[in-house]
Nanobody, 120 residues
């Protein structure tokens, strides 16, 4: 089994910054892509940022220039540095990883989510 544990969410004022972390653990053989999604109240879950094992990244237009995704392959951890936050960034943020375990083929795993609230 694989567990994804997120941390770093919280309450911040508009214009502030937060850094989210997500650590993967378990019987991991390899991790392909890692990503952050978010879901605001009453809205569908959306992709925020994604990073490949080689470090290539892609971002939602709404966060380009403000958010930075990175990963530490040795620690099986992905980060999301969020700067210039605004109230529209308020959501539950979920970590996602495409993982191959020692006994199972590749599949997606999800974290439990961490709340980010930006006050105006």
């Amino acid at each position: 089994q694989v567990q994804l544990v997120e941390s770093g969410g919280g309450l911040v004022q508009a214009g502030g910054s937060l850094r989210l972390s997500c650590a993967a653990s378990g019987s991991i053989f390899s991790i392909n892509t890692m990503a952050w999604y978010r879901q605001a109240l009453g809205k569908q879950r959306e992709l925020v940022a994604i990073i490949t094992s080689g470090g290539s990244t892609n971002y939602a237009d709404s966060v380009k220039g403000r958010f930075t995704i990175s990963r530490d392959n040795a620690k099986n951890t992905v980060y999301l540095q969020m700067n210039s936050l605004n109230p529209e960034d308020t959501a539950v943020y979920y970590c996602n990883a495409d993982v191959r375990t020692t006994i199972l083929p590749r599949r997606d795993y999800w974290g439990q989510g961490t709340q980010v609230t930006v006050s105006s």
